[in-house]
């Protein structure tokens, strides 16, 4: 019997995947010159190796991006539903951002000291997140580390808690997994000198028991989780976890930090306001100012006086925490113009009905090709699972994802025009998505399926 994968004939997808992949290179043959040129001076030719990461046979190199739309240096334009991984999750280059950064170049970059629209920004992240208190950094892995030391400082405990395929950006706390029980650091890290199992704690997903049997130790200043799980693949909170994870934290003295870097998407104000949870700490980064390098850390009027007890006793010099960079000037334009302007209740009301037509096409193609598939959403953000039950834990996730048949799709769908992530399909709609967007990658899904049938038949 010839071997299938997610339902689809392997050897359907290997012709499919050959013939999509010699059809990218006719397209782009300036990128292919690029790629070439690059080699000589960046590792793996791009400025970071992921870049490298879509399975393209060399890298696609952007002329313009605008919207939600993407245009390669040879001419191709792009439905774009990667948005920069997130980075770009309210569009490309925003009009209200990209004027408030060109505005705040003329008056200066950075100083070190703070600026009237740093002072608007605190209000107006307070009002969205319904937290009081505010602290910027460039990016959320440096959000997510301050928010670590502030987590042990206040509880005197050294020990963080992340759950099994977990992603908090560049936290070497966070690069940890389960194997056979025990906390090991993930094998794909470069230069790991720490043995990080000293004091990372690492449980799976929806698992409240292990949950609850590491906390009761009293060792753990923090649980960092994202609320919804997406980058070993979506995978959603059972109901009642969020509910129990809090209950567990307060019990055992343990801070609740919850990651929004992902799920900014759920809707005005995070996953965290919608589903009204109640963290000690919020994180957010990549898409917070509508692009620009930035991020924030949120706390209550509890963390607030607890983080300055700390400082009280501690002499004046460097605390670990922060860059010079932290909170300049230009950020702090970009994310006021992006709170005020960018992410309004108009925007997630647009990006959350495009959402139910997207899933809507999906699902509809899953279940008329009788597909063993599921499509996963948070808000605006949907991905395709390629078995048919969602999984519950981080492993599962990654376990049942595929080779091959997510990379031929990705390629189809680039040649056509569509843009999704290059890691597990995530899609994402913003505020500049449109509905005919929409329709078309619906359609690319489902005429990928077709052709897929048409080489299968052909094998």
Not at 6 to 35: D, K, M, N, T, W
Not at 62 to 80: F, I, S, T
Not at 350 to 366: F, I, N, T, Y
Request: net charge negative; with cysteine; charged share 20%.
């Amino acid at each position: 019997m010839a071997e299938s994968i997610a339902g689809i004939p392997r050897a359907a997808i290997e012709s499919l995947l050959a013939a999509e992949q010699a059809r990218f290179v006719a397209a782009h043959p300036r990128s292919a010159a690029l790629a070439k040129r690059g080699q000589a001076h960046w590792l793996h030719g791009v400025p970071m190796h992921w870049m490298s990461d879509w399975g393209t046979p060399f890298p696609m190199f952007v002329a313009a991006a605008r919207g939600a739309e993407l245009q390669d240096v040879d001419g191709n334009v792009y439905a774009d539903f990667c948005l920069g991984d997130t980075g770009a999750m309210f569009g490309h280059s925003p009009a209200p951002v990209a004027a408030a950064l060109k505005a705040q170049a003329d008056r200066g970059l950075t100083a070190m000291l703070p600026s009237e629209d740093a002072v608007v920004a605190g209000e107006l992240l307070a009002r969205t997140f319904g937290l009081p208190y505010w602290q910027m950094t460039q990016t959320a892995s440096d959000a997510n580390r301050a928010v670590l030391r502030w987590a042990r400082a206040i509880t005197n405990r050294k020990a963080v808690l992340v759950f099994d395929g977990c992603y908090h950006g560049a936290v070497d706390d966070a690069f940890v997994r389960l194997e056979a029980g025990a906390v090991s650091g993930r094998p794909g890290l470069v230069g790991q000198a720490a043995d990080l199992a000293l004091h990372s704690r690492c449980v799976e997903f929806n698992d409240l028991a292990a949950l609850e049997a590491v906390l009761r130790t009293r060792e753990v200043a923090c649980v960092l989780a994202e609320p919804v799980m997406t980058n070993c693949g979506m995978v959603l909170p059972e109901p009642g976890f969020h509910e129990e994870l809090r209950r567990l934290t307060r019990r055992h003295g343990t801070l609740l930090v919850i990651d929004e870097t992902h799920t900014l998407s759920s809707g005005l104000g995070g996953f965290a306001r919608v589903a009204h949870l109640e963290p000690d700490f919020m994180v957010a980064g990549k898409a917070i100012a509508g692009g620009y390098p930035c991020g924030v850390y949120g706390f209550g009027d509890e963390m607030h006086t607890r983080m300055l007890g700390v400082l009280a006793g501690k002499p004046a010099g460097h605390s670990g925490i922060g860059t010079t960079l932290a909170g300049n000037a230009m950020a702090a334009a970009a994310l006021r113009a992006s709170l005020e302007h960018v992410m309004t209740p108009a925007a997630y009301e647009h990006m959350l009905k495009l959402a139910d037509r997207l899933e809507d096409g999906l699902e509809s193609l899953v279940n008329d090709e009788n597909l063993p598939w599921h499509v996963s959403r948070v808000g605006a953000r949907l991905e395709v699972g390629f078995v048919r039950t969602p999984p519950r834990t981080g492993r599962e996730s990654t376990a049942r994802l595929p080779q091959l048949l997510p990379d031929a799709i990705r390629m189809y769908l680039l040649n056509r025009g569509l843009v999704i992530t290059p890691f597990h399909n995530m899609m994402l709609l913003s505020p500049a998505t449109t509905a005919m967007q929409v329709d078309r990658l619906a359609s690319g899904w489902t005429q990928c399926i077709t052709d897929l049938h048409v080489a299968a038949r052909a094998a």
